[in-house]
C-alpha cells in the first residue's frame, strides 16, 4: 500500500482536484484506491456527493481501525471510496497535541489499512501545523500543486525550508504545475525558470480549465465527464507519472 | 475495500412481477437509475460429463457467437466475464478458440470434451443503481430474468443481485425489505444451483466409472448382474453423442463400459451357467468391435500434432495426404456408426441383453452363483494380482513384447475388479493399491499405445504398396514416424519393467494379503 499526499501550504491551488481525479485514475487502473479527505471543508467529499459526517469525537479517529472503517463510504466508482470530511477535523491539532507519539498518528492509522487498499490519496488543508507534519511521515509522497505565480514559489520554498529544519525526508516533495494559462507569458517563464532551480518538477502540467471548475456542478472527477479533453488527460499523464516513482 | 468484494445477497423474485411493480415499490425509498441492459437469446454450455458444473463455473454462448465464462460468484454479471470472441457457432472444443485466459480454463476442464448447449433462452440482465436525491449510489443491482423464447414476456426465472456499497448498509437493507415486499425471498441454494434450478436444469455428471456400493453379503449372481446392467446403462447414454457426433469421447467411453461389462462376465464367469458365458462375451464383443475402426481413427487424428512433431519439419507435409484419408474414412464411418446404433438391430440386441439381467439371469444355480459376493471379490482379486506378480517376476529384457501386453490385460482385469468390488474393502488402502496400479496402468498403456500406432501405419504402408500411385513423400515421412514410434516404444518397455517390479515387490504383496480379506463383521462396519 502506498500513501500520496496532495499537500500545499497555500489555498486555492487545485489540491482537491488533484486528488479527486488521482484518485479516479488510480480505481479505474485497477487500484484500490481510498481517499481521505481532510480538510475539514470536505471538498472532495462534495465532489463524490457525501456530505459531511456529524460531529463526533475524533479521538477515535486516531487510534481504533473499526472505528475507522465504518466511515469509510463506497464512491460510485468501482473500486474508489471515500473517508469523508468531517468539521471536527479543525481540532486535529489541538486533539494530537494532546496524544503520545503525536506527529506518526495518522501513519499508524493508515498502515492498518494496509490489506484494505492498494493506494491512499490524502487530500489535506492548506496549513502548516501538526496535522501537516502526521501528513509528511505518513506519506510516500508529498504531491505539491504550484501555481506558477511568484507568490506561489514562495510558499514552495517555504515548504522546502521546513522540511530541511525538521528533518523530513525532502524526497518525497514531487511538485507540479497546476492552473497554469498557456496564453499567460508570465506563467511560461516561472514554469521554465523553475524547472531549471527544481528538477523534481513533475513533467505534467495541468491547465487551468473551465472543465475542472465546473467540477462543482457535475459533482463527479472531470475524468468522469471529459475524459477526452487534452487539459484533463493530464491528470491521467500525472497518475502515470507518480506510479512510476512510487 | 478489498473486503468488501463479495458481499452480496441473490433474491429470487415472482415470475408474474411487472417492471413497474418493480420500479414503483423501489422508488418509495430510492432515486432508481437504470445504466444497462441488454436482452439476448443465450445458450449455457457444458460438456457431457458436466466439467464446467463441476469447477463451479458457468459458458454462455451468446447471440453474436461469443462466450463468456463466470465464477459462481460472478454470474451472468457482464462486467466479470472472461470473454472467447470470434469465434463461430462450430466452435466447441477448447483447440476451436482463439487465445485467451478463458481458453486456457477451458482446456483444462474440457480436454477432449465438446461444449455443447444444455439450455437455449433468452437472456435479459439490467443493472440499476438505487442512489439518492444528489445522486450518490447507495446500492447496486443487478436483475437478470431468464425466459423461454416462446413466451418472452413471462421469465421462468427472475433474480435480483444486491451488492452494498461500503458504508451504506442501512440503505442495503433498505432495499432488501423492498425487494422482499415484491414478494422476492433470498435465494439459499449455491449461485450456479439456484439458477439453473430455477430454469429446470439439472446437471447430471457422467463418468463412465461405475459407483456401486454391493453389500457383502449380496449373492454373487445378483451383485454381476448390478455390474453389468450399471455398464450398460453407461453404454447406453454414450449413444447420442456418438450419434451426433458430439466429440470422440462418447464412443470411447462407450467402448470402455463394454469393455468393463465383458470383464465382468468373463472374470466373473462361474456366477453364470457354463454354456452362457463365450455366448455373452461374444455379444458384447461384437459390437465392441464394431467401433473398432472408428476409435483407431479418432485416436491417430488426435494425435495429428504430436505425429507431426515427431517428424523433421521437411517430412511433415508428407504426412498430410495419410491425414486427409483418415478424415475421410472417419466422415463416412461416423455416418455408418450412427446408423447402426440408430437401427433395429442394435436396439434389439440391446434391449434382449438388458432383459437377460434385468431378470435375474437364469434360474439355474451354478457353484458361486449364492455365495456371499466379498467371498468372489476376495478370491477374483488375489487370483489376479498373482497372477500378475508371477508374470512380472518372469520379466527380463528379452522377454516378448507380447507377455507385457498379457500383463497390461491382467492389470486391466484388476482394475475392473476394484471398480465392481472396491467398496467392500478399506477404503484408504484400496485406495493406495488403485493408485500403484494406475501408475503400472500408464505406463504400460503408453507402451501399448505406441505398439498399435506403430502397427496400425505399418498396415497403412504396407496397403500404400497396392495402391498404382506412389507419393514418395508419404512414404518417408511414414517410414520416420514408424522409427520414431518404435525406438520411443523401446524406451517405455524400460519403464514398463521397473513399474512392474515395484508392483510386485514384498511391501506391495503384503498390501495386498492385507487389503483384500474378509473382514470381520464388526471392523467392516467402523471402518465405513
Known amino acids: ?246 | 475495500m478489498k473486503a468488501s468484494r463479495n458481499n452480496y445477497t441473490r433474491y429470487l423474485l415472482p415470475d408474474k412481477m411487472t417492471k413497474k411493480h418493480f420500479m414503483d415499490t423501489l422508488q418509495k425509498c430510492f432515486t432508481i437509475n437504470m445504466f444497462e441492459t441488454t436482452s439476448e437469446t443465450f445458450s449455457i454450455l457444458d460438456s457431457f460429463e458436466c466439467g464446467l458444473y463441476n469447477q463451479r463455473m458457468m459458458a454462455v454462448r451468446h447471440e453474436n457467437n461469443n462466450i463468456s465464462l463466470w465464477n459462481e460468484d460472478d454470474l451472468l454479471d457482464p462486467e466479470l466475464s472472461l470473454d472467447i470472441e470470434n469465434t463461430t457457432v462450430h466452435s466447441r472444443f477448447w483447440w476451436d478458440f482463439p487465445d485467451s485466459s478463458a481458453k486456457e480454463i477451458l482446456k483444462d476442464i474440457l480436454d477432449l470434451r465438446a461444449l455443447s448447449p444444455i439450455y437455449k433462452g433468452l437472456l435479459k440482465t439490467e443493472q440499476f443503481n438505487f442512489q439518492n436525491e444528489e445522486g450518490k449510489i447507495l446500492v447496486f443491482c443487478q436483475l437478470i430474468s431468464i425466459s423461454e423464447p416462446a413466451t418472452p414476456r413471462t421469465p421462468v426465472m427472475r433474480q435480483a443481485k444486491l451488492i452494498p456499497v461500503t458504508g451504506y448498509m442501512k440503505e442495503y437493507r433498505q432495499a432488501e425489505e423492498l425487494l422482499k415486499e415484491l414478494g422476492g425471498f433470498e435465494a439459499t441454494l449455491p449461485p450456479l444451483d439456484s439458477l439453473l434450478g430455477a430454469i429446470g436444469v439439472l446437471p447430471q455428471p457422467y463418468t463412465v466409472k461405475p459407483k456401486l456400493n454391493l453389500s457383502a453379503s449380496m449373492t454373487a449372481r445378483a451383485a454381476a448382474n448390478s455390474i453389468i446392467l450399471t455398464m450398460m446403462e453407461k453404454q447406453r447414454l454414450t449413444e447420442d453423442g456418438i450419434i451426433d457426433d458430439i466429440d470422440t469421447e462418447f464412443l470411447h467411453h462407450y467402448r470402455v463400459a463394454i469393455r468393463m461389462t465383458r470383464a465382468a462376465i468373463a472374470q466373473l464367469k462361474d456366477v453364470f451357467p457354463e454354456q452362457d458365458v463365450e455366448m455373452l462375451k461374444n455379444r458384447f464383443g461384437a459390437l465392441a468391435r464394431k467401433t473398432n475402426l472408428l476409435r483407431d481413427l479418432d485416436v491417430f487424428i488426435l494425435d495429428k500434432k504430436r505425429y507431426m512433431n515427431l517428424l523433421p519439419e521437411s517430412l511433415r507435409s508428407g504426412l498430410s495426404p495419410m491425414f486427409d484419408d483418415f478424415e475421410k474414412s472417419r466422415t463416412s464411418e461416423v455416418k455408418k456408426i450412427a446408423r447402426w446404433l440408430s437401427g433395429k438391430t442394435y436396439k434389439n440386441e440391446m434391449t434382449e441383453l438388458e432383459a437377460l439381467f434385468e431378470h435375474g439371469y437364469s434360474a439355474l444355480e451354478t457353484e458361486w452363483s449364492e455365495k456371499p459376493t466379498i467371498d468372489l471379490a476376495v478370491n477374483k482379486i488375489q487370483k489376479r494380482y498373482r497372477k500378475i506378480q508371477k508374470a512380472a517376476a518372469k520379466i527380463t529384457s528379452d522377454t516378448p513384447d507380447e507377455a507385457i501386453h498379457d500383463i497390461r490385460i491382467n492389470c486391466k482385469k484388476l482394475r475392473y475388479l476394484l471398480y465392481f468390488f472396491g467398496s467392500m474393502f478399506k477404503k484408504k488402502q484400496v485406495k493406495v493399491v488403485i493408485n500403484h496400479l494406475k501408475s503400472l496402468q500408464d505406463t504400460l498403456g503408453v507402451f501399448n499405445d505406441l505398439t498399435v500406432q506403430g502397427e496400425f501405419l505399418g498396415n497403412y504402408l504396407y496397403e500404400l504398396e497396392h495402391k498404382p500411385k506412389k507419393d514418395i513423400m508419404l512414404i518417408a515421412s511414414l517410414g520416420g514416424l514408424i522409427s520414431s514410434l518404435y525406438s520411443m516404444q523401446r524406451l517405455e518397455r524400460d519403464n514398463c519393467i521397473v513399474e512392474l517390479a515395484i508392483f510386485s515387490n514384498a511391501e506391495n504383496r503384503q498390501l495386498f494379503k492385507e487389503t483384500f480379506i474378509q473382514p470381520k463383521e464388526k471392523n467392516m462396519e467402523s471402518e465405513k
Do not use: W
Request: with cysteine; aromatic share 10%; hydrophobic share 40%.
Open chain 1, 1 to 246: 500500500m502506498k500513501i500520496v499526499a496532495s499537500y500545499s501550504i497555500k489555498g486555492g491551488v487545485g489540491k482537491t482536484a488533484a486528488s479527486v481525479n488521482l484518485a479516479y485514475a488510480a480505481a479505474k487502473a485497477g487500484n484500490e484506491t481510498l481517499l481521505v479527505d481532510l480538510d475539514p471543508q470536505g471538498a472532495s467529499s462534495f465532489y463524490f456527493r457525501i456530505g459531511a459526517r456529524k460531529k463526533e469525537n475524533t479521538g477515535n479517529f486516531f487510534s481504533k481501525k473499526h472505528r475507522l472503517l465504518k466511515h469509510i463510504k463506497g464512491s460510485n466508482y468501482k473500486q474508489l471510496d471515500i473517508l469523508p470530511a468531517n468539521l471536527s477535523f479543525r481540532n486535529f491539532d489541538i486533539m494530537l497535541n494532546n496524544m503520545s507519539k503525536s506527529k506518526k498518528r495518522l501513519k499508524e492509522m493508515l498502515s492498518s489499512l494496509k490489506n484494505e487498499y492498494d493506494l491512499i490519496i490524502l487530500d489535506c488543508p492548506p496549513n502548516l501545523n501538526l496535522l501537516s507534519e502526521n501528513v509528511f511521515n505518513a506519506a510516500d509522497l508529498v504531491l505539491v500543486p504550484v501555481i506558477p505565480t511568484t507568490l506561489s514559489e514562495r510558499t514552495f520554498e517555504q515548504l522546502l525550508t521546513f522540511f530541511d529544519r525538521n528533518d523530513y525526508k525532502k524526497k518525497k516533495i514531487r511538485p507540479f504545475f497546476s492552473m497554469a494559462q498557456g496564453k499567460n507569458k508570465l506563467h511560461h517563464q516561472t514554469i521554465k525558470d523553475m524547472e531549471k532551480k527544481y528538477p523534481v518538477f513533475l513533467k505534467s502540467v495541468i491547465a487551468f480549465s473551465a472543465d475542472i471548475e465546473r467540477m462543482g456542478i457535475h459533482r463527479e472527477p472531470v475524468l468522469a465527464y471529459a475524459s477526452q479533453k487534452n487539459h484533463v488527460q493530464s491528470y491521467r499523464t500525472l497518475f502515470n507519472e507518480i506510479v512510476n516513482i512510487l
